[in-house]
């Protein structure tokens, strides 16, 4: 089992700049790929980044130049720097962990943190 927490969530102007932290603890072992998620209001969720042990990050279109996926293995916490904040960026932000990186069925999620941005 691995319990997720998210942190660093929000409230900031456009143009402004936010790190989200996922904190992972038990068999992380097992989950090679972790991953950010967004769900804004009345919309679907998204993905927005995932890194693993075997690619590069990859990302969103919709973020790409402006986010920045990075792990801290030994501290085993996952890290979403948001730079260039736009409104439409407003959601609730989700980690989540799984052995492979794949859609959006991962097996481990935190609870989410919420990223507000205003015009």
């Known amino acids: 089992q691995v319990h997720l927490v998210e942190s660093g969530g929000g409230s900031v102007q456009a143009g402004g700049s936010l790190r989200l932290s996922c904190a992972a603890s038990?068999?992380?072992?097992?989950?090679?790929?972790m991953a950010w998620f967004r769900q804004a209001p009345g919309k679907e969720r998204e993905g927005v980044a995932t890194?693993?042990?075997?690619?590069?990050?990859t990302y969103a279109n919709s973020v790409k130049g402006r986010f920045t996926i990075s792990k801290d293995s030994a501290k085993s916490t996952l890290y979403l720097q948001m730079n260039s904040l736009k409104p439409e960026d407003t959601a609730m932000y989700y980690c989540?962990?799984?052995?492979?990186?794949?859609?959006?069925?991962?097996?481990?999620w935190g609870q989410g943190t919420q990223v507000t941005v205003s015009s």
């Open positions: 890194i693993d042990s075997i690619g590069g990050p």
């Open positions: 989540a962990a799984d052995l492979l990186c794949h859609g959006n069925d991962y097996k481990y």
């Open positions: 038990g068999a992380t072992y097992t989950t090679s790929c």
